[in-house]
């Protein structure tokens, strides 16, 4: 079962094709949308979307912001639900079957303030995360890796230099990230030993904040998906 995630960046109207011929490329099962802005259930751009990709199913959330999430796939999922209370954007839930076993997946887009916010999201999160032993969490998680080469020194003075503190008042905050792996959730990239890779800036997302080469986009899963990992790639 082939998964992607896609940032496509507020709402990707002038983009859609791109969009498209991208995840087309994937051939993705099931595909989660975060800054899906303007989108609305039963859409233009939506219903495109799906027509696009030759896909069944589409499950809209909306936010607490513009910032709506999206989860697209070939088959319904049997279980979908739009997470919103204590968050500042939103989260979806969701479970698909595959062969004889069902997958949970968990797609968030966290709090881009601070890292004290994000690791309550996260906290709130687990309870639906560790529900199910066989659970996909992947998004915008808004957090660095302590695990990444980072200078950290280097990076926090030129975060402070440019007055981005989401990431740390004092010094690099690595909470987050720490949080979900400290539940026994593995991170992808490091588990198939894939060189770092950030997944901002793009062409298209080059705000002040994103300026620099980082990772914030990541895929965790629960233990027992480990045997069934096969790849993982960054396209940017």
């Known amino acids: 079962m082939r998964f992607l995630y896609y940032n496509i960046c507020r709402g990707g109207e002038d983009r859609l094709k791109l969009l498209t011929e991208v995840s087309i490329a994937a051939k993705a099962d099931v595909i989660g949308i975060t800054e899906a802005n ?11 979307i799906l027509h696009s990709l030759s896909l069944s199913h589409a499950f809209l959330s909306e936010s607490n912001t513009r910032y709506a999430l999206a989860l697209l796939s070939k088959e319904p999922p049997s279980v979908t639900t739009s997470l919103r209370s204590q968050m500042w ?5 969701a ?3 595959r062969s004889t076993i069902e997958i949970a997946v968990l797609l968030v887009h966290l709090n881009p303030k601070s890292e004290s916010s994000r690791l309550e999201e996260l906290t709130l999160l687990m309870e639906a995360a560790l529900s199910f032993p066989y659970t996909l969490i992947l998004g915008d998680f808004n957090s660095l890796s302590p695990h990444d080469p980072y200078d950290r020194e280097q990076l926090f003075q030129t975060l402070q230099t440019r007055g981005v503190k989401k990431f740390g008042e004092t010094s690099l905050a690595f909470d987050a990230i720490s949080f979900i792996e400290g539940k026994g959730f593995l991170d992808v990239a490091r588990q198939l030993n894939k060189p770092f890779q950030p997944t901002v800036p793009t062409s298209f997302s080059t705000e002040t904040v994103h300026a620099e080469p980082i990772r914030i986009d990541y895929a965790f899963i629960s ?13 940017m």
Do not use: D, K, R, S
């Open 223 to 235: 233990p027992l998906l480990a045997p069934f990992l096969e790849n993982y790639a960054v396209v």
């Open 95 to 97: 479970h698909f079957l």
């Open 89 to 93: 954007h939103a989260a979806i839930y």
């Open 38 to 48: 303007g989108w609305e259930v039963g859409g233009g751009t939506l219903q495109n």
